[in-house]
């Protein structure tokens, strides 16, 4: 079940939210959103208050937007969990930089972002990836070979999940399951290197196909989840 809780940062621009996303059993996080007016963040004190990345200033003005929107996504998350309100850097691969208590996700659209933490304990999930995809977009992904193979689809067809709308959801599904595993694998790995295997009440199950570092090897088990939300689709995967 999802619950939405909201609040406004500007009534006639921007707003934060918070989802409920279901892990396993009775197993939750909840996740910040903010939902932003394109360009609204830039030359603004939402932007002077993030510690910005190298070569930021030559960066266009949607590319800003996006990545303050990712970060003002974690600082409401940080202070819903009274954590400090912790600057997170970009790695030279693009990666967050997350601290040595915890660690997270971060997407964005062109008009939302939405960030996950999850505490480094010694709980069953260690990995968390979130992603979040607009629904219109579904018509520009027209490469499905190169997102999954047949089998996958012929899972999300006899689940029921519209063909049109299939390639979104595996693509943003294995967006997740890409995050989630990055940590622990390090380097680029194809969408094809991982594979949805089964499905149980709207949890999916994926497969590592190959070795793919010292930890993650053939066989290596990730669950995700899903959620449409208005004009979006969300997802996150978790190991």
Known sequence: MIFILSFYMDVKVNC???TQILLFGTHVLYASHLIFKEE???????????????????WRAKRKTSFLAGRLAVRHRQSCLNLPLTDIPKAKDGSPVWPE????????????????????????????GIDL????????????NLIGLAS?????????????????LLFSLKES?????FPLVGEFFDFLDVA??????????FRVRRQLSFVVGSGFTLHARYKIQDDHIMTWAYC
């Open 16 to 18: 934060y939210s918070q």
């Open 40 to 58: 609204s963040l830039v030359a603004t004190d939402y932007e002077a208050s993030i510690a910005k990345p190298s070569g930021y200033s030559n």
């Open 101 to 128: 208590d915890y660690i997270g996700s971060i997407s964005h659209t062109e008009k939302q972002a939405v960030a996950v933490i999850l505490p480094r304990s010694k709980q069953a999930i260690q990995h968390i």
């Open 133 to 144: 995809e607009l629904l219109d977009d579904a018509d520009k992904l027209d490469a499905a």
């Open 152 to 168: 996958e689809f012929e899972i999300l067809e006899a689940m029921g999940v519209e063909k049109k709308r299939s390639t979104l």
């Open 177 to 181: 399951v890409y995050k989630a595993l």
């Open 196 to 205: 949805l295997v089964a499905t149980d009440d709207e949890a999916f199950e």
